[in-house]
Antibody
């Protein structure tokens, strides 16, 4: 069965970087993209971006442009999202999800809370 | 960016009621729309894809319809386990993909 398991809680200071991992299993990793979605406390869902292992193609939201790097390691079927120059408004639960064509998110990780605070 | 407007933002209904949520896109998106359910402290779950297709394993009381700018999500007979927040999501424009603001559903 498909499983998506993310790394644990992170607490960072403004200006620091964070790298969240997303370990997948139960399907052919290179056949699907991985999308990242975040949810600030008490707020709705916000698309962050995606990476497609089969093409290496990535795309991301304007408000993280230049600060985010999405990568994958097919040997361990793991995806990573690194966010740099963290700000307080980056505080959120970050979800990764298996994505059909980077458009439809059918299996989600449990979420990783990233708190940015001085 | 394509804006997605859901209504209502919250609603209360009784067990057994029919519940309807609407989602309007700021421009036509064909049928490029999905619906997700998010229960408290859980990750979202895909319910409906391509506007009207039921994801495998999702109960048949959930359904979706619509095309272009106007979409509807329906629960035919509300169950206690359906308490959640529901989101629509468009992917006609993949950059960026956008979600509605969510509809919080409670039991009356």
């Amino acid at each position: 069965q498909v499983q998506v398991v993310q790394s644990g809680v992170e607490v960072k200071k403004p200006g620091a970087s964070v790298k969240v991992s997303c370990k997948t299993s139960g399907y052919t990793f290179t056949n699907y993209c991985i999308t990242w979605v975040r949810q600030a406390p008490g707020q709705g869902l916000e698309w962050v971006g995606y990476i497609c292992p089969y093409s290496g193609k990535t795309n991301n939201a304007q408000n993280v442009q230049g600060r985010v790097t999405m990568t994958t390691d097919p040997s361990t079927t793991t995806a990573y999202m690194e966010l740099r120059s963290l700000r307080s408004d980056d505080t959120a639960v970050y979800y990764c999800a298996r994505s059909l064509g980077a458009t439809t998110f059918d299996y989600w990780g449990q979420g990783t809370l990233v708190t940015v605070s001085s | 960016d394509i804006q997605m407007t859901q209504s209502p933002s919250s609603l209360s209904a009784s067990v057994g009621d029919k519940v309807t949520i609407t989602c309007q896109a700021s421009q036509g998106i064909s049928n490029y729309l999905n619906w997700y359910q998010q229960k408290p402290s859980q990750a979202p779950k895909l319910l409906i894809y391509d506007a009207s297709n039921l994801e495998t394993g999702v109960p048949s009381r959930f359904s979706g319809s619509g095309y272009g700018r106007h979409f509807t999500f329906t629960i035919s007979s509300l169950q206690p386990e359906d308490i959640a927040t529901y989101y629509c999501q468009q992917y006609e424009n993949r950059t960026p993909i956008t979600f509605g603001q969510g509809t919080r559903l409670d039991i009356k």
